[in-house]
Nanobody, 128 residues
């Protein structure tokens, strides 16, 4: 059984920073890429960023490019999302997700259907 556990959410003022963590566990965990998504109330779950485990290659949504950084520590099966210059519109529940072993393109990784595992989500609230 694979589990993804997010942490690091909270309340921050506009312009501030937060770092989210996503720790994967499970004896059979093996994934090609990890993604971060977010969902605001009444809206769809939107892609934020993705990273490939093997190469560390990354891809970002335009809305967060230059402000957010995704990284991973392979030995710990942990992925991070450093969020700087936060804006009120970044307010959402943030989810991490893991694909299976098969390779996916960055375009595919922007869609929720390629992910096999999801965390429970962590709330990020940015006040103006």
């Amino acid at each position: 059984q694979v589990q993804l556990v997010e942490s690091g959410g909270g309340l921050v003022q506009a312009g501030g920073s937060l770092r989210l963590s996503c720790a994967a566990s499970g004896r059979t965990f093996s994934s090609y890429a990890m993604g971060w998504f977010r969902q605001a109330p009444g809206k769809e779950r939107d892609f934020v960023a993705v990273i490939k485990w093997s190469t560390g290659s990354t891809y970002y949504a335009d809305s967060v490019k230059g402000r957010f950084t995704i990284s991973r520590v392979n030995a710990e099966d942990t992925v991070y999302l450093q969020m700087n210059s936060l804006k009120p519109e970044d307010t959402a529940v943030y989810y991490c997700a893991a694909t299976g072993r098969r390779p996916v393109t960055f375009v595919q990784a922007m869609g929720v259907t390629v992910y096999d595992y999801w965390g429970q989500g962590t709330q990020v609230t940015v006040s103006s």
